[in-house]
């Protein structure tokens, strides 16, 4: 397969550079095959059967986008990875003028040192703070690394703290937020609650390598980032007992879907899990756990484009990306919802 393969048409003018508001506004495309249907949010729960489980992934982003100078020059650092408590690989602007050893201020107190400089273009930095002071400085200037589609001046914008966060995120440690679940409000959960329909809890703390192109010609040749996810003994005994009993599970976000396959095995019984995910998926995966996916619009030649193509079909996703853009959808990040039939 190629990655033009997975290319299609979007005008600029449909990506959303802010959220529906209400959250539980925005738009939501049904799709089952060809066969596609024009509803709102507020409609998910008459999508959805009483028996379904719809899956989480409650990470939460931290203010990973960081300003600092070295000497004169003016310096935008987004964390990527953490490697330990005080050392993260980042992506920096311009980062070709950086030297191993440079020292990058941030405030008077707070600043990292260059500690290499990889061959995907990432520079491994180590912070004079640690662990949860890290952290803490981070909240205190840091801004919230949205997508580079998403046009904003140098800081953001305050919104975007509460914007560009789920309301059931718990855990701290993504520098990208699992954006299907953005459009979840507590009015919604009502309603999915009074239906039947349950909810479970995972961990995948989202990567800045989910911004990546695809910069290989041939899809198998893409590396792809590894991310941590964690699944406790106890959600998947009791997703496992979905299973058994006939429900359909319907991870919301690819995040929470790449988590729940990694953890499953070829009989499709999930394991716990707690550890790195590098899957790949690609046309050709057989899904082993899931049933129906809900996530966003995403972005031409993405892996996440690959993903929902390997799961409903790739003509049936490029119909339902055109119909999306000729009835003006908004996509990615911020933009409008799919839930996605599985492709028998």
Not at 57 to 85: C, H, S, W
Not at 278 to 287: L, Q, V, W
Request: proline share 5%.
């Amino acid at each position: 397969m190629k990655t033009s393969d997975f290319n299609f048409d979007l005008p600029p003018e449909l990506i959303a550079n802010a959220p529906a508001d209400p959250r539980d506004s925005a738009r939501l495309l049904y799709i089952n095959g060809f066969d596609l249907g024009d509803y709102g949010m507020l409609d998910l729960p008459n999508l959805l059967k009483p028996t379904d489980v719809l899956v989480f992934n409650d990470t939460k982003v931290i203010p990973a986008r960081l300003y600092g100078t070295r000497g004169q020059a003016q310096i935008e650092m987004t964390l990527f990875k953490q490697i330990d408590l005080s050392t993260w690989e980042t992506l920096i602007k311009n980062a070709r003028r950086l030297h191993i050893e440079d020292k990058i201020d941030i405030t008077a107190d707070f600043y990292a040192e260059v500690l290499d400089k990889k061959e995907n273009g990432a520079v491994v930095v180590r912070f004079n703070y640690s662990g949860a002071d890290l952290f803490a400085k981070l909240h205190e200037v840091g801004t919230m690394p949205l997508p580079p589609y998403i046009k904003r001046a140098r800081g953001g914008k305050e919104s975007d703290k509460a914007d560009y966060q789920t309301i059931y995120a718990r855990v701290e440690g993504a520098v990208a937020a699992p954006t299907a679940g953005l459009h979840f409000t507590e009015r919604l959960f009502k309603t999915l609650d009074e239906k039947g329909i349950k909810r479970e809890f995972v961990t995948l703390h989202v990567g800045g390598g989910t911004f990546l192109p695809v910069k290989v010609e041939n899809v198998e040749d893409h590396k792809m980032h590894a991310e941590y996810g964690v699944i406790t003994p106890e959600v998947a005994d009791r997703l496992n007992q979905y299973k058994r009993e006939g429900r359909r599970i319907i991870p919301v976000g690819t995040t929470s879907l790449r988590l729940l396959e990694s953890a499953s095995d070829e009989s499709g019984f999930l394991h716990p899990f707690a550890k790195e995910t590098a899957i790949f998926i690609t046309p050709g995966y057989r899904f082993k756990f899931i049933d129906a996916l809900f996530t966003n619009f995403h972005t031409p030649e993405s892996t996440l484009f690959m993903l929902v193509c390997a799961f409903a079909g790739m003509d049936e996703m490029k119909f339902a990306y055109k119909h999306a853009v000729e009835k003006m959808y908004h996509f990615f990040s911020y933009g409008d919802a799919c839930l996605i039939e599985k492709k028998n």
